[in-house]
């Protein structure tokens, strides 16, 4: 009886170390709201091509929800590379906009673009330098054409024929999210310890943000743009 005691004893130790091992190396999560004072803007009244593209549009380039949470804010978890990071993005023309408007892509990952409207767009790629990588024509719908986009940076996307027309890619191997449109945002499989938030936004700003990731437990978090 004593060396089945000691034996149970033992085995229930060895789960116990088990466990605690499997914890350690079980990551946690992020999960964050991002938030701001600022309102949406006023729609873009359009000059011309009414008949594809309306007589005006939302101006994206802030969008809050009536809470005052903001939509299309990038967030970056610094120095954590993302286990498998988008290789490929797209970028599709429609109704005289880029959709979506922001997204993540790896290093020398790709762009491909194409377009839903009857009439000419380009998509012009820049970098923050305003440095052009490429100046695609996308005459017609359906129309699909592919091109590198090189390493990490924040890009601009526009539309040489349709001025107010705006996209952003920001390319980087870290672990990164983009904000829905209710302001939310998720970060999976983080491994536990204390990071630096870097948050970018076209139009708003927000001071970086430490967190602390605890194994296999969601860490909450609300950041304000301004």
């Known amino acids: 009886m004593q060396r089945s005691a000691v034996w149970m004893a033992v085995v229930a130790a060895g789960c116990v170390l088990a466990l605690a091992s499997s914890a350690e190396a079980q990551g946690g999560s992020i999960q964050g709201v991002i938030t701001t004072r600022a309102r949406s ?70 762009l491909k673009t194409s377009s839903k409207d009857p009439v000419l767009h380009t998509t012009v790629v820049q970098q923050a330098d305003g440095r052009q990588l490429f100046n695609l024509a996308v005459p017609i719908p359906g129309i699909e054409i592919a091109k590198p986009l090189g390493a990490a940076g924040v890009l601009r ?22 904000t829905g449109v209710d302001g939310t945002f998720t970060l999976t499989d983080v491994p536990p310890g204390t990071y630096e938030l870097r948050i970018w936004h076209e139009a708003l700003r927000a001071a970086p943000v430490k967190v602390t990731v605890a194994a296999g437990k969601p860490t909450q978090v609300t950041i304000e743009m301004k």
């Open 41 to 110: 803007l006023p729609p873009i009244r359009v000059t011309f091509d009414q008949k594809v593209c309306g007589a005006e549009l939302p101006d994206q380039a802030i969008l809050v929800t009536p809470g005052g949470r903001l939509a299309n804010a990038v967030v970056t978890l610094m120095g954590v590379k993302a286990a498998a990071p988008p290789r490929e993005v797209s970028v599709m023309n429609d109704g005289c906009a880029f959709v979506p408007r922001v997204q993540v892509v790896g290093s020398n990952g790709t």
């Open 157 to 178: 996307v526009g539309c040489s024929t349709h001025q107010w027309m705006r996209g952003w890619i920001v390319v980087t191997d870290e672990m990164s999210a983009v």
